[in-house]
Each structure stands twice: as structure tokens, then as C-alpha cells.
């Protein structure tokens, strides 16, 4: 149980245009779902906490009208990058919590998605 | 300010234990958690610990005190496979984790 994908796994995409990353919870239903970048060698920065039905949270520094968070239903969420450039090139990692499961605490993570913008 | 501290990297021999250490300061404590991830995935879930003491799983144990603001990840009879970034997490009062920066274990044969 508690399994979340992500989609795309990997995407490569021109400057200036804009990508959408999928996080979906499979077998479980998360009111919470969290973003976070990750550069080479770096550990998870978190970008934003994003809450079923409410706008998402974001962290300090990270721009909201460029990572546009939707969080539409129990089992997704989405990030979009808008107007990508290569300084966006990172690997995006969400993750959600199963309010359900009796361990509601704990963060089950998505295999992440590589993204490259050249 | 809140913040996590553990080492960047470590190296061990295969079939040898070590022990990875995390010191951490938080705004509040909701337990510590220690993950694994290899090079270009995410990270997995390895423990979880909010009360003082030790906690075994298999080759695999953790530690906390909350006193000393201390955790450790102790990995006995080491793999190959244990390869890895090893990275600890602590989760403040508003149940947000807090992360360190990793510690990377290079095993060698």
C-alpha cells in the first residue's frame, strides 16, 4: 500500500515553454501532497505543501505564478512549470500523506521526474 | 532557526557496521526519519523514530534522543547495495520536515 507515481519520469522540453508533472496517490487518498526540488549532489528543498481543495503553500523564495500547484481531487496533484528555463532543469520529487493508514505522519514519495530544459 | 546537521560522506567496507549521526533544531519535534536514496531516485522510507531509544529493523537500526537533539542510523553487515545517500528528517510542530543535507556512504569491497 500507500504508493504514489509520478508522470512524467522524465522530460526535456525547449526554454520557455510549460511542463506538467503528475502526482497521483494509488491506493490511498492524500489531503496533502508536498513538491520539492532536488539539484545534483543537494538534498529535497521543499517548494510547496499543497492541500486538497485550498490553495497551495509556498516556501520562501519559490515563485507561485511560476510553479502553479492544482491539487484537484484526493489522489492529485499537479506542478506546472510555466516558461521554463535551464536554471529549472532539476529533479522534482512529491510526495503525500495517507491520513488513513494510522502512520498519517509519514511522507510516501513518487520516483520523481527529471526535467531538462535546454 | 531550524536546522539539520549530519556529515557528507562516509566510507565503509563491506560486511563492517557504521553509524551515520544527525543532529538536529527544530520549532518543535513530531520524530525523526531516516531515508535512503540512490543516485537519480527519490528517497525511500527506512524509520521512524519519536520516542528515546533504539529502534531495529533487520539490518538496519535508529536511535534517537530528544534530549541531545541526536539520532543515528546504524547499518550493520554493509552491502554493495548499500550505496547510497542516507538522509535524515526531522518534523517540526506544523508537522514539516525538515531536512538535512544527506549523508553519502561509499561501500567498498
Known amino acids: 500500500g500507500a504508493v504514489v507515481s509520478q508522470h512524467p519520469s522524465w522530460v526535456i522540453c525547449k526554454s520557455g515553454t510549460s511542463v506538467k508533472i503528475e502526482c497521483r496517490s494509488l491506493?490511498?487518498?492524500?489531503?496533502?501532497m508536498f513538491w520539492y526540488r532536488q539539484f545534483p549532489k543537494q538534498s529535497l528543498m521543499l517548494m510547496a505543501t499543497?492541500?486538497?481543495?485550498?490553495?497551495?503553500?509556498?516556501e520562501q523564495g519559490v515563485e507561485k505564478d511560476k510553479f502553479l500547484i492544482n491539487h484537484a481531487s484526493l489522489t492529485l496533484s499537479t506542478l506546472t512549470v510555466t516558461s521554463a528555463h535551464p536554471e529549472d532543469s532539476s529533479f522534482y520529487i512529491c510526495?503525500?500523506?495517507?491520513?488513513?493508514?494510522?502512520?498519517?505522519?509519514?511522507?510516501?514519495f513518487g520516483p520523481g521526474t527529471r526535467l531538462t530544459v535546454l | 532557526g531550524q536546522n539539520i546537521d549530519q556529515p557528507t560522506e562516509m566510507t565503509a567496507t563491506e560486511g563492517a557496521i557504521v553509524q551515520i549521526n544527525c543532529t538536529y533544531q527544530?520549532?518543535?519535534?513530531?520524530?525523526l526519519f531516516w531515508y535512503q536514496q540512490h543516485a537519480g531516485e527519490a528517497p525511500t522510507f527506512l524509520s521512524y523514530?519519536?520516542l528515546d531509544g533504539l529502534e531495529e529493523k533487520g539490518r538496519f537500526s535508529s536511535f534517537l534522543s530528544r534530549s541531545k537533539g541526536y539520532s543515528y542510523l546504524l547499518l550493520k553487515e554493509l552491502q554493495m547495495k548499500d550505496s547510497a545517500s542516507y538522509l535524515c528528517?526531522?518534523?517540526?510542530?506544523?508537522?514539516?520536515?525538515?531536512w538535512g543535507a544527506g549523508t553519502k556512504l561509499i561501500i567498498k569491497p
Open positions: 510526495s503525500a500523506r495517507d491520513l488513513d493508514s494510522g502512520r498519517d505522519i509519514e511522507q510516501f
Open positions: 491506493d490511498f487518498q492524500a489531503t496533502t
Open positions: 499543497s492541500n486538497e481543495g485550498s490553495k497551495a503553500t509556498y
Open positions: 527544530t520549532s518543535g519535534f513530531n520524530g
Open positions: 523514530n519519536v
Open positions: 528528517a526531522a518534523m517540526d510542530s506544523n508537522y514539516q520536515l525538515i
